[in-house]
């Protein structure tokens, strides 16, 4: 137990640090929550015109799903570009002799740095779904299971994502430019995780396809278990999957970091 | 508009040194716009109609927003990244040169990646065109390009509320993308689809609608007004007035500026 602690401390500490470095931007959390707000309204908006009083039971849960994407979109994107900084001014040295773990110690960082954004978003957007009118409101999750489900689940999603960004930060390294085909990556999660439209309004017979494709693991999967409390096989399987891309991606990730760390060139000094 | 042209054609070769690291750049650009292309093409297969409008004729409105709003963030980038400007202290230089100063601001910079965004919109008009049936005319042809244009001169003058803020406030101020981004998702769908205070804001506050979605309803023959079909040229002129009176704010801001020093 004790050789446990020790060898899991320093990410620990540097979970907690970018935790902690996360909450100072608070500017940015208002900032973030006056959009995400407006353009969940607008989704939801959209989406009673589009279902024109045809289906209340789908539209209330559509306006769920959205308000959900909302409130856990800090989870989707990293806003930390300290990787590629400390790579471009050579303070990639220090990095690397440092005797740990550099994939897993920058995921964790990862995982601090979205929990609490996504935290510090979502509280006060509960807030204000009490605010609005019940038509345009998150409905309930469907049991207290659903709840605890949801809530195990998004924990995954986090994980699922930050390994994810790992390939994308593996290929930066080796680009040492954002805006290329790691943009493109970003962009594709972007669609394929349910946040431009909810997974669940894709054409029914791709369903299966949609929902088991890795940027689905993200919240997709979470929403679904919110909405119908599984039983306990469908309920495996689900987990199992998102268990499943988590492995898949990390052993991608750590592939890739193994063999951009072997090459790197240190710039400067 | 020598000064324009000039300026434009160094930022072209300049970014043309970088040529496939800015091909990159179109393809993600080409992958955001066609995600949003996909996304409204999932929702009309499943849902068919919106309001009184047809599948067709919303793609045909997601084309213009998207290709004017692309159009204005190629040629717009000095203004939308003005932050940059005066966070690192280089307005100070403009306001020393003896050439208009929103002029400079505009020829300063380019973002070639748009034209990615553009084609996409570009293509979604056409699809949209060739499967709906529309008597075309010479005046409904020039009706667009004024729309597109004075669309453009619109989201302008939404980027330079932005830019005005730079004055008080060096942070960045994302609250603001609300208005520009915000505006475009929201204004890719006809405005009368919307919840009536949403309509309003589009329609007076930022005139997307009296600029785009009233012009644009009457040359897709299902008209949003009862106006005498005349009033759709006048109406885009909008944006211009909205830009014009932006600039003067922005101009009001300018007096207010402050060097954050270098």
Known sequence: ?269 | MRYMFHSFRMLMKSAMQYRSSLLMQVIAQVVLTGGELLAVTVLLSRFHVVGHWQAMEIMFFFGVMQSSFALTELFGRGVAAFQGFVGRGEFDSLLLRPRPLLLQVVCSQLDPRRVGSCAVGVAAIVIAASRLEIAWTVGKVLLLAEVVLCSMLLTLGLFMIEATMCFFSVKSIEMVNVLTYGGRSTCQYPVDIFPKPLELLFTYLAPFALCMHWPVAWVLGQPMTALSPGWYFVTPLAGLVFFLLMTRVWYWGVRRYRSTGT
Not at chain 1, 150 to 170: N, Q, R, W, Y
Not at chain 1, 185 to 195: A, H, K
């Open chain 1, 1 to 269: 137990m004790r050789q446990l602690m020790t060898k899991w401390r320093p990410y620990l500490t540097v979970f907690r640090l970018r935790a902690l470095q996360e909450t100072q931007y608070r500017a940015a959390a208002l900032g973030g929550l006056v959009t995400q707000v407006f353009f969940g309204l607008v989704y939801i908006f959209l989406y009673t015109a589009l279902y024109a009083g045809s289906d209340p039971q789908a539209l209330r849960d559509t306006i769920t799903y959205v308000w959900i994407q909302q409130m856990f979109f800090r989870m989707m994107f990293s806003n930390d570009g300290e990787l590629t900084n400390l790579i471009m001014s050579g303070g990639v040295a220090y990095m690397l002799v440092r005797p740990i773990d550099q994939h897993r110690f920058w995921v964790c960082r990862e995982v601090g740095g979205r929990l609490v954004g996504a935290g510090m978003r979502m509280l006060p957007m509960l807030l204000v779904q009490l605010l609005l009118p019940v038509e345009l409101r998150i409905s309930l999750p469907d049991s207290p299971v659903a709840l605890l489900q949801f809530v195990l689940s998004v924990g995954l999603g986090v994980l699922c994502l930050c390994e994810l960004t790992s390939i994308i930060d593996a290929i930066n390294m080796k680009t040492l430019d954002r805006r290329g085909i790691s943009a493109i990556l970003n962009l594709t999660m972007l669609t394929f995780s349910g946040n431009v439209i909810p997974l669940t309004l894709f054409p029914d017979g791709l369903q299966t396809l949609v929902r088991y494709q890795p940027f689905a693991q993200a919240l997709d999967a979470s929403i679904r278990m919110y909405q119908h409390a599984a039983a306990l096989p469908e309920w495996a399987l689900n987990v199992g999957v998102q268990i499943a891309w988590i492995l898949i991606l990390r052993a991608i990730g750590r592939a890739m970091w193994a063999r951009q760390l072997n090459n790197m060139i240190v710039q400067g000094g």
